[in-house]
């Protein structure tokens, strides 16, 4: 069985600073992994995914993620935030075989002033 | 090229009754995953169709129950409501084979129980 730990519920910080929104995951297989965005009153939507390949994955909107496979975990960075990022954000995990994601609870990340 | 589309938006229900909620999916994609996405949680998978077939299920009791159409599309129904089923309900598709298999979420169906 799979499962993901988002180990920080909220996240505060100010415009224009950097952030990362941790998540570690278990699973006995080879992994993919995704991060989704929800807006207030949204659905949720991919901002990235690792498959295979280069362990740092990016997103047109400015933020990355690098796969760790030692430690499990696959955090989420932005170098410098705007108040538009304010959202839900959800880490999961698939294996290749069931192909049925597991999310985490997921982290509030609030952009102040 | 329209994504995946869910209806209603919003509704309520008063416990004991039945619901029933109709997702269509994004073009091209053959799979359909149902997800329950109570206040302040991340969605938990309730169950997959494909081919017309319920392929998985999450730890959901049997008062959910679903159906996918030869058009893909899919409906969800919750007998019997309860209180604790109030949630957002995600339909989420995919292409059976693709790479990661990555899902696409609609916007989701608020339901209230009263």
């Known amino acids: 069985a799979q499962s993901v730990t988002q180990l920080d519920s909220q996240v505060p910080v100010f415009e224009e600073a950097p952030v990362e929104l941790r998540c570690n995951y278990s699973s006995s297989v080879s992994v993919y992994l995704f991060w989704y965005v929800q807006y207030p009153n949204q659905g949720l939507q991919l901002l990235l995914k690792?498959?295979?390949?280069?362990?740092l994955v990016e997103s047109i909107n400015g933020f990355e993620a690098e796969f760790n496979k030692s430690q499990t975990s696959f955090h989420l960075r932005k170098p410098s935030v705007h108040i538009s990022d304010t959202a839900e954000y959800f880490c999961?995990?698939?294996?290749?075989?069931?192909?049925?994601?597991?999310f985490g609870r997921g982290t509030s990340l609030i952009v102040h002033p | 090229d329209a994504g995946v589309t869910q209806s209603p938006t919003h509704l309520i229900k008063t416990r004991g009754q039945q619901v029933t909620l109709r997702c269509s999916p994004k073009s091209g994609h053959d799979t359909v995953s149902w997800y329950q996405q109570a206040l302040g949680q991340g969605p938990q998978f309730i169950f997959q169709y494909y081919e017309e077939e319920e392929r998985q299920r999450g730890n959901f009791p049997d008062r959910f129950s679903g159906h996918q159409f030869p058009n893909y599309s899919s409906e969800l129904n919750v007998n019997a409501l309860l209180l604790g089923d109030s949630a957002l309900y995600l339909c989420?598709?995919?292409?059976?084979?693709?790479?990661?298999?990555?899902?696409?979420f609609g916007e989701g169906s608020w339901l209230t129980v009263v």
């Open positions: 989420a598709s995919s292409s059976t084979g693709a790479p990661g298999n990555t899902i696409y």
């Open positions: 999961a995990v698939s294996d290749g075989g069931s192909y049925i994601p597991t």
């Open positions: 690792y498959l295979s390949g280069s362990t």
